[in-house]
């Protein structure tokens, strides 16, 4: 873009002067506005740097509108623009647009039965800084955790020069959307915390809370593995077990904003006692202490002592298969009712379950390619390893915190 | 209304008149205008007949929109006033609207096992006139189905000297919403019939396939036991087990709109094998096979007799726990299962199951109060039974046929 362009830009342009755009047909233009703005800031945001052009064929926008929307958040100070590096074909270049990492900064927390991780996030998804502890008890109070979550926000925050503006927190247990009420968190042992609210007051920015499963499910589903799938589900083990929903674009909660548990579907009704009341849950069956007794390895062995087993488990496919018959078939019996369940394209498998031998993998795939029904109908759905590792929840975790924040720059 | 008022109304009110309405803000007059007559009409439709006043009050609409809107649907044909047969209070009393049932006429479609029932719905839900008839082998070919519908909806039709605008059908199996396509029925034995595009072409009206548990859950959530709630699942027990959800008040569905197949989900790994390809299904366990086992009947036994076994069971408590007691573990462990899963606020049993034993429903309810942690964080899933009885998949066909025509209608 030439400075003579760039002068006689529309900057925040409001008016009859935009092109219509997706979703805007019937909106008043200030609407629209709003409407372009947000979708171009989450374009950039979770797709990354591209130029005017590709913006305007993505969006359905005209060159006008885009011209309009990106000038006006390079005004606000979210975008900056560039010369392309390599310039293809003849005429003038459309201009790279790229986020601004620090013109909005999201906090990500992940806490965690063992450990507590911490991210500023920036605009754009770069990780601009993180800590973590090691937690436990009595420091796994809510108490401990919130007082030093918020301390380690202020820290991270003096140490980068940034502010931040909103929060997101995954927590593995039940959480009440609306305000981020931690209803019951077997393994973490709160009950009733109100995270939400008290991390609000203390951190004073907005504070989403959220399951951890479901936030891995975000995280694969904007930047993950399964980035583009409408519908899947995201199943983590860790020392509990869980899964996450997207049907249709959205995590699925019900009511009172609960998001369900698979990992206390019962897969095997004569199976150990869980601690939730139940016998044979997916989680005593395929979480960690499941893979310990699978393994000889004691109660408490160290996961990296339980990842290198199952590393070097990888290279004797048939000793896999064998030492991990049980543990295969209740991993496989859980997925086939899960993709009976709701459908989806893909499943992502996170965390402890990537790093099961492959053979495991490839029986668990066919198992619910052979024995769903829904799987055959929709034409099989994938069963994936997540690539993400234990970065998933952090990444959810932002992009629960972004999520308000796109929408809220869009009326800067 | 006095003659006066009718005159002086705006009818079809286009223009800068209307008030905000929920939903409509930033929207232009014209898409306010269809917005609220589509809220309007589907108020009606589904609620009954109610006073001006109250509509204004329900979806926030102030007296001169719904002067506007109500006018307008009259003009067109789909409402009528009258005074209220009693006044109260003092003051100019508030019309009522009513629907005018042969305004707009969908066609319900619920195609069973071993019955077709076809029955024609007047706006406001009125049956205007229905049939049935019994199906077997070899009439329950796509072919024979296909045209006895198409035959017997032009009867009806005639017969009531009324036209359809909009057909529903329900099919128990996987079925593709985009196109009507039934991927699968086990039970009625088809495979990909095309059945939305060659019902549509003979009838020569929209017709929209679902499955039959999609279509009992939209019923109950409409005009049943449910009414009201956001979150629930519908469970049918017929030959098969089906489950319809609705989450946040929409069906779930996943990839490629087929929804889940809640009775394939495995509850007993050492069951029964099911024609599925799995071992104890739910279907396997709960179906109309097993309680005819339960109950020491011989398969084919006729479904009267059955339920009057169960009828009478009802007034021997102890007797319908001994003898359904393996019954019960696994309707409860599924019900745990679907309630973790999903988190709805209630689960509706229809069909077969609304004639267990109150004891037996009553131990079921209990269970999963006790046994689903995600009942206990969301205040208690209610278990229930329909009202609908078999008339739910009509009931729902004929909803699924309206959504469009309540949207079209606004636009007349």
Redesign the interface.
Same mark, same amino acid.
């Given at each position: 873009m030439s400075d003579r362009d760039r002068r006689s830009g529309v900057t925040g342009g409001s008016g009859a002067g935009h092109g219509g755009g997706a979703g805007t047909e019937?909106?008043?233009p200030?609407?629209a506005r709003r409407h372009n703005r947000t979708a171009v800031l989450r374009r950039l945001h979770l797709g990354g740097p591209c130029t005017r052009a590709v913006l305007a064929g993505e969006l359905g926008l005209n060159r006008s509108t885009i011209k309009a929307v990106v000038d006006g958040l390079a005004e606000s100070g979210f975008v900056s623009e560039r010369l392309p590096a390599r310039r293809s074909g003849a005429g003038r270049p459309s201009l790279l647009v790229l986020p601004r990492p620090r013109s909005a900064v999201a906090l990500a927390v992940d806490i965690r039965v063992d450990r507590v991780s911490m991210a500023l996030v920036g605009l754009g998804g770069e990780n601009l800084g993180r800590l973590s502890w090691r937690l436990r008890a009595p420091a796994r109070e809510p108490r401990e955790v919130l007082t030093r979550v918020i301390e380690s926000a202020g820290m991270l925050a003096e140490e980068l020069d940034t502010a931040v503006v909103a929060a997101g927190v995954s927590v593995p247990g =039940?959480v009440?959307r609306a305000d981020g009420l931690v209803?019951?968190s077997?393994h973490l042992g709160w009950s009733d915390v109100a995270l939400g609210e008290r991390l609000s007051a203390g951190l004073r920015i907005p504070v989403t809370v959220a399951n951890d499963a479901e936030l891995g499910a975000l995280a694969e589903h904007h930047r993950g593995v399964a980035r583009g799938a409408?519908?899947l589900v995201f199943v983590v083990g860790d020392v509990g077990v869980g899964g996450g929903v997207i049907?249709?674009g959205?995590a =699925?909660?019900?009511?009172?904003g609960?998001?369900?548990?698979?990992g206390?579907?019962?897969?095997?009704?004569d199976g150990r006692r869980c601690h939730?009341?139940?016998r044979g849950c997916w989680e005593t069956e395929i979480g960690e202490a499941a893979l310990l007794r699978a393994l000889d390895l004691a109660p408490g062995t160290p996961r990296g002592e339980l990842v290198a087993e199952l590393r070097e488990l990888g290279a004797k496919p048939a000793a896999a298969l064998t030492r991990l018959a049980e543990f295969t078939?209740w991993l496989a019996?859980g997925l086939?009712?899960v993709v009976?369940?709701?459908?989806?394209?893909v499943v992502v498998l996170g965390d402890l379950l990537t790093a099961l031998p492959q053979p495991v993998l490839g029986t668990v795939a066919d198992r619910v390619r052979?024995?769903?029904?829904?799987s055959?109908?929709?034409?099989h759905?994938r069963v994936v390893r997540s690539a993400l590792g234990t970065e998933a929840q952090l990444v959810g975790a932002a992009e629960l915190a972004f999520d308000p924040v796109l929408v809220a720059a869009s009326g800067v």
């Open positions: 019937g909106a008043r200030d609407d =039940l009440r209803r019951e077997p409408a519908d049907s249709g959205r =699925l909660r019900g009511a009172g609960y998001p369900g548990e698979l206390h579907m019962v897969v095997r009704p939730c009341g139940c078939d019996l086939v009712n009976t369940m709701f459908a989806p394209e052979e024995r769903s029904m829904v055959r109908a929709i034409g759905t």
